[in-house]
């Protein structure tokens, strides 16, 4: 019996209480298997640290209590050997990429704050030392920082440029006369803020500041700063602030950074992509400014992968327990007297099914980025190109997983009334803290802004070297053959004549057309904002430079709504396409489910987009409301499986930690059922008044 099968079996045997249980119809530990995906073992190591009491949450803890409980839990961490995978063998790291970000996703379960306060100490402090550092860095510090004797901080984010790292007001000015860097944050708009170690833990902090030296200000770079002592005293010229209490994550000591005129050695510049000699001269072997910015910044991508898997786990969770929960609890009477379960009403069904099928897409989605991950810092695939593809790759996913992750917990907590609202249950705590993860690591709609300018560039690039009439035409002609090609126009037909629901879907239930119509959204929507573009700047004469930038920059932000829109449904795609490419692994009727799930995800876009195919002539009117009874059908069928596919996530109660996934609303209702059945046998039962006239009357 492999660790899957252990793992997923005993969470179907945690839960077995429900006496409407029946056995399962899908291969739930092949399943659970392809979820863990690639780096399993890392994953199942994680979650036996998520199952250790020590390392858990503990709802309602005072701030204080729960920041040091949070620094504490970092040191079991290390004597755990849990945070040594991502660094270099010989320093007593793993080199583990890709199982680094999976081990520390599933820590999400354990506690948000440790698993946040761990990422700042080792994903953030870390790696920037890791990444952006030489050899000579890394032997200098990492050892100190995997071992946590070395806690720090990553002072990027300033309160006056939030995600606009490249314009951010703190320097580092270069003295060639004492070969040091003065760090200043010269306004208060420069302090750097929201700072995980910085307002009582962090002895050290990367700092990102303004390179200068012989007058030249050569961009953004990043510089190793001390800024306490052991002691925890703040060292001359550094200033910090506690932020306080915040929505959530108050295990993690946030605060901000200042710096008067703080000066350091040369060789704390982290110099892997940028150096300065002793005589000032600045030298990098990447010549442009922002190729060089966005080069560092991309090594710092792991944040956005991991906050993605972060948030799909949490969805595994919030959905394990309103499955459960909503299996077992029951509410109204039904036509055989006794009251209904809450997940056989329809509207109950609709809330929370739709819900599992997009958190398998975007499981399988995250998955795919991972290993992307993986294979550009494992160094397999380590080229412009593929550094490019991954950072696109994770600004596209990361959004909308934690959005749908906000989402679902608050519909989680919603379905699960007053239970959901108590701390012991999870779900509202998991909702507090990860509300900050859309707009850290990236504000979520800037991302998706990068994201979109990249298919921009993309689509200008099939067009390189036509004149606007060639390329107006060229995309013309693009969209039609694709029309015909892949039979939309029949698509986009009435379907008034064709009768029953089955028979209007059945083209729609094809994987080909399902991807054809994603796939048309997104370049249609491409190809649209591009020509708008274009046209604002038509008028402008030939040679008025600043007139075309103006023009371009207007043009822009009058698209900008779009544009996200239009990266949104490139992520989508991107979501649908991983599904569809996992269904492979699976045969039977695991995969006739699977599909039925794929389908649910795939026609609940069609319908969340359907005012989109209607304007743009994709679908007509009948076949939208086909969609919709179908969608209708489809979760009614997967909701016969429900409680096999959150079993399939694999989370045992001890990661959990919900009571009422535990089985013991099923036993309060066997209670309550027993009790009338024993009353009725005894003939103690009351006869209800309704009851009573009838039998006066009759």
Same mark, same amino acid.
């Given at each position: 019996?492999?660790?899957?099968?252990?793992?997923?079996?005993?969470?179907?045997?945690? +839960?077995?209480?429900?006496?409407?249980?029946?056995?399962?119809?899908?291969?739930?530990?092949?399943?659970?298997?392809?979820?863990?995906?690639?780096?399993?073992?890392?994953?199942?190591?994680?979650?036996?640290?998520?199952?250790?009491? +020590?390392?858990?949450?503990?709802?309602?803890?005072?701030?204080?209590?729960?920041?040091?409980?949070?620094?504490?839990?970092?040191?079991?961490?290390?004597?755990?050997?849990?945070?040594?995978?991502?660094?270099?063998?010989?320093?007593?790291?793993?080199?583990?990429?890709?199982?680094?970000?999976?081990?520390?996703?599933?820590?999400?379960?354990?506690?948000?704050?440790?698993?946040?306060?761990?990422?700042?100490?080792?994903?953030?402090?870390?790696?920037?030392?890791?990444?952006?550092?030489?050899?000579?860095?890394?032997?200098?510090?990492?050892?100190?920082?995997?071992?946590?004797?070395?806690?720090?901080?990553?002072?990027?984010?300033?309160?006056?440029?939030?995600?606009?790292?490249?314009?951010?007001?703190?320097?580092?000015?270069?003295?060639?006369?004492?070969?040091?860097?003065?760090?200043?944050?010269?306004?208060?708009?420069?302090?750097?803020?929201?700072?995980?170690?910085?307002?009582?833990?962090?002895?050290?902090?990367?700092?990102?500041?303004?390179?200068?030296?012989?007058?030249?200000?050569?961009?953004?770079?990043?510089?190793?700063?001390?800024?306490?002592?052991?002691?925890?005293?703040?060292?001359?010229?550094?200033?910090?602030?506690?932020?306080?209490?915040?929505?959530?994550?108050?295990?993690?000591?946030?605060?901000?950074?200042?710096?008067?005129?703080?000066?350091?050695?040369?060789?704390?510049?982290?110099?892997?992509?940028?150096?300065?000699?002793?005589?000032?001269?600045?030298?990098?072997?990447?010549?442009?400014?922002?190729?060089?910015?966005?080069?560092?910044?991309?090594?710092?991508?792991?944040?956005?992968?991991?906050?993605?898997?972060?948030?799909?786990?949490?969805?595994?969770?919030?959905?394990?327990?309103?499955?459960?929960?909503?299996?077992?609890?029951?509410?109204?009477?039904?036509?055989?007297?006794?009251?209904?379960?809450?997940?056989?009403?329809?509207?109950?069904?609709?809330?929370?099914?739709?819900?599992?099928?997009?958190?398998?897409?975007?499981?399988?989605?995250?998955?795919?980025?991972?290993?992307?991950?993986?294979?550009?810092?494992?160094?397999?695939?380590?080229?412009?190109?593929?550094?490019?593809?991954?950072?696109?790759?994770?600004?596209?996913?990361?959004?909308?997983?934690?959005?749908?992750?906000?989402?679902?917990?608050?519909?989680?907590?919603?379905?699960?009334?007053?239970?959901?609202?108590?701390?012991?249950? +999870?779900?509202?705590? %998991?909702?507090?803290?990860?509300?900050?993860?859309?707009?850290?690591?990236?504000?979520?709609?800037?991302?998706?802004?990068?994201?979109?300018?990249? %298919?921009?560039?993309?689509?200008?690039?099939?067009?390189?070297?036509?004149?606007?009439?060639?390329?107006?035409?060229?995309?013309?002609?693009?969209?039609?053959?694709?029309?015909?090609?892949?039979?939309?126009?029949?698509?986009?037909?009435?379907?008034?004549?064709?009768?029953?629901?089955?028979?209007?879907?059945?083209?729609?239930?094809?994987?080909?057309?399902?991807?054809?119509?994603?796939?048309?959204?997104?370049?249609?929507?491409?190809?649209?904002?591009?020509?708008?573009?274009?046209?604002?700047?038509?008028?402008?004469?030939?040679?008025?430079?600043?007139?075309?930038?103006?023009?371009?920059?207007?043009?822009?932000?009058?698209?900008?709504?779009?544009?996200?829109?239009?990266?949104?449904?490139?992520?989508?795609?991107?979501?649908?396409?991983?599904?569809?490419?996992?269904?492979?692994?699976?045969?039977?009727?695991?995969?006739?489910?699977?599909?039925?799930?794929?389908?649910?995800?795939?026609?609940?876009?069609?319908?969340?987009?359907?005012?989109?195919?209607?304007?743009?002539?994709?679908?007509?009117?009948?076949?939208?409301?086909?969609?919709?009874?179908?969608?209708?059908?489809?979760?009614?069928?997967?909701?016969?499986?429900?409680?096999?596919?959150?079993?399939?996530?694999?989370?045992?109660?001890?990661?959990?930690?919900?009571?009422?996934?535990?089985?013991?609303?099923?036993?309060?209702?066997?209670?309550?059922?027993?009790?009338?059945?024993?009353?009725?046998?005894?003939?103690?039962?009351?006869?209800?008044?309704?009851?009573?006239?009838?039998?006066?009357?009759?």
């Amino acid at each position: 019996m492999t660790a899957t099968q252990t793992v997923a079996q005993q969470s179907a045997t945690d +839960r077995a209480a429900a006496p409407q249980r029946e056995p399962a119809r899908i291969d739930v530990p092949a399943v659970a298997d392809a979820l863990l995906g690639r780096w399993k073992e890392e994953r199942l190591a994680s979650r036996k640290l998520v199952e250790d009491p +020590r390392l858990q949450t503990i709802p309602g803890q005072p701030m204080p209590e729960h920041r040091e409980r949070a620094l504490g839990q970092l040191g079991i961490l290390v004597e755990e050997g849990a945070i040594q995978r991502a660094f270099p063998k010989d320093l007593g790291g793993g080199d583990n990429h890709g199982g680094n970000i999976a081990a520390f996703q599933e820590l999400v379960l354990a506690d948000p704050s440790l698993q946040i306060k761990s990422g700042v100490q080792w994903g953030l402090f870390g790696a920037a030392i890791l990444h952006l550092g030489t050899r000579t860095h890394h032997e200098k510090w990492l050892p100190d920082v995997m071992s946590l004797k070395l806690p720090g901080a990553f002072a990027m984010t300033e309160i006056g440029h939030g995600s606009d790292v490249a314009s951010i007001g703190t320097t580092a000015t270069y003295d060639p006369a004492t070969e040091e860097f003065e760090i200043h944050t010269p306004f208060a708009g420069a302090w750097k803020e929201f700072l995980g170690n910085a307002a009582l833990h962090g002895q050290a902090a990367v700092v990102f500041a303004q390179l200068i030296t012989k007058g030249v200000n050569h961009g953004v770079h990043a510089f190793f700063v001390p800024i306490r002592t052991p002691d925890g005293e703040m060292l001359p010229g550094v200033g910090s602030e506690d932020d306080g209490v915040k929505g959530g994550l108050n295990g993690i000591d946030n605060g901000r950074l200042h710096f008067s005129h703080v000066r350091i050695p040369r060789e704390n510049l982290l110099n892997r992509y940028g150096d300065v000699a002793a005589d000032g001269t600045y030298s990098s072997a990447i010549p442009s400014p922002g190729r060089r910015f966005f080069t560092m910044i991309g090594t710092l991508v792991q944040g956005r992968v991991s906050l993605d898997g972060s948030a799909v786990k949490a969805m595994m969770a919030a959905l394990t327990i309103a499955i459960r929960y909503g299996s077992e609890r029951r509410q109204f009477p039904g036509p055989d007297g006794r009251e209904t379960v809450l997940l056989d009403y329809g509207l109950h069904q609709r809330r929370l099914i739709p819900r599992i099928a997009e958190t398998y897409a975007m499981a399988f989605a995250s998955e795919r980025l991972l290993t992307t991950f993986d294979e550009v810092f494992s160094g397999v695939r380590d080229d412009d190109a593929h550094r490019e593809d991954l950072e696109t790759l994770a600004a596209s996913l990361k959004p909308l997983s934690t959005w749908a992750a906000l989402d679902t917990l608050q519909e989680v907590r919603e379905a699960c009334g007053g239970a959901g609202f108590i701390a012991k249950n +999870r779900v509202v705590g %998991l909702r507090a803290d990860l509300d900050i993860y859309v707009t850290f690591e990236g504000d979520n709609n800037v991302l998706l802004q990068l994201v979109g300018k990249r %298919l921009l560039t993309d689509y200008a690039a099939q067009f390189a070297g036509g004149d606007k009439a060639a390329l107006a035409k060229a995309a013309a002609s693009q969209l039609g053959d694709r029309v015909s090609r892949f039979g939309l126009r029949q698509i986009g037909q009435s379907v008034a004549d064709l009768g029953q629901v089955s028979r209007s879907v059945e083209q729609l239930r094809e994987t080909e057309t399902q991807r054809t119509l994603l796939t048309d959204r997104v370049q249609t929507m491409v190809a649209e904002i591009a020509g708008a573009m274009r046209e604002a700047t038509k008028d402008v004469p030939k040679g008025d430079k600043r007139a075309k930038a103006t023009a371009q920059a207007d043009a822009f932000n009058a698209q900008q709504h779009k544009l996200i829109e239009a990266a949104r449904a490139h992520a989508e795609l991107l979501q649908w396409e991983a599904f569809t490419e996992a269904l492979d692994r699976f045969d039977g009727e695991t995969l006739r489910v699977l599909t039925w799930l794929r389908d649910l995800f795939g026609l609940g876009l069609l319908e969340k987009h359907a005012t989109w195919y209607l304007v743009h002539g994709r679908l007509s009117g009948h076949r939208v409301e086909a969609i919709t009874a179908y969608v209708d059908r489809l979760i009614g069928r997967v909701r016969e499986h429900a409680l096999d596919l959150v079993d399939a996530f694999g989370l045992t109660p001890g990661m959990l930690r919900a009571e009422i996934a535990t089985g013991i609303e099923a036993e309060r209702q066997q209670e309550a059922a027993d009790y009338v059945r024993e009353q009725q046998a005894a003939g103690t039962w009351p006869i209800h008044e309704k009851q009573l006239r009838k039998q006066q009357q009759g």
